[in-house]
């Protein structure tokens, strides 16, 4: 089975440049989650979404920070204009609808703003 | 509000020895646990949870994990290590009342010498 797939892998851009991270999640799950992992803060959770719906964006960091799920097969983080403390690791994972499943990780696109 | 300790940054173990991997908890009513590990340049990987029933659960690659109510606690191990073992181990907790937001831990780097 193909897992979550995630694109870029890596991204290099200059700041005030848009960026855009892309996943696809497993076919048949209904969350989808957006995580930031950083070696100052960890891994922190973003936003989710059930059904394509965003359920919690409390995670996301500022307003420059957006993200989208148009159907279930795809979602889009956004960030618009991009600063160098956004650097960092960003991981798109999904999940069945049930609490006791785990959440399948894609491999993350490692992001440097310079 | 739900959380979870890490408390060891490092763990270091010699090839063949036992390895234990702390965690501990704090969450309102059942938690559901889980053991993931990340290989560098990877996403998380799932290896094993704990939802209700026996105290010690198996998974993945050898690995298993024993719960602890009274002392909060869902310690990771291993009877015999690998230099493959060699990854960053997360624990995380989902509360059964606490919606869908799954909490991570620091994370712990184990190290396993040859």
């Known amino acids: 089975d193909a897992g979550v797939i995630q694109s870029p892998r890596h991204e290099v851009t200059e700041m005030g440049q848009e960026v855009t991270l892309r996943c696809k999640p497993i076919?048949?799950?209904?969350?989808l989650f957006w995580y930031r992992q950083t070696m100052m803060r960890g891994l922190e959770l973003l936003i989710y979404?059930?059904?394509?719906?965003?359920?919690?964006d409390s995670g996301m960091p500022e307003d420059r920070f957006s993200a989208k799920m148009p159907n279930a097969s795809f979602s889009t983080l956004k960030i618009q204009p991009s600063e160098p403390r956004d650097s960092a690791v960003y991981f798109c994972a999904s999940s069945l609808m049930d609490r006791v499943q785990p959440q399948h990780f894609g491999d993350g696109t490692r992001l440097s703003i310079l | 509000a739900q959380s979870v300790a890490q408390p060891e940054d490092q763990v270091n173990v010699a090839e063949g020895n036992p390895l234990t991997v702390k965690c501990t908890y704090s969450v309102s009513g059942n938690p559901y646990l889980f053991w993931y590990v990340q290989y560098p340049n990877r996403g998380l990987q799932f290896l094993l949870k704990?939802?209700?029933?026996?105290?010690l659960v198996k998974g993945s690659y050898g690995f298993e994990a024993e719960f602890n109510k009274s002392q909060t606690s869902f310690h990771l191990k291993k009877p015999s290590a690998l230099v493959s073992d060699s990854a960053l181990y997360f624990c995380a907790v989902r509360a059964y009342t606490g919606g869908f937001k799954t909490i991570f831990g620091a994370g712990t780097r184990l190290f396993v010498k040859a």
């Open positions: 076919s048949g799950h209904d969350y």
């Open positions: 979404f059930n059904n394509n719906v965003p359920i919690d």
């Open positions: 704990y939802i209700t029933g026996d105290n």
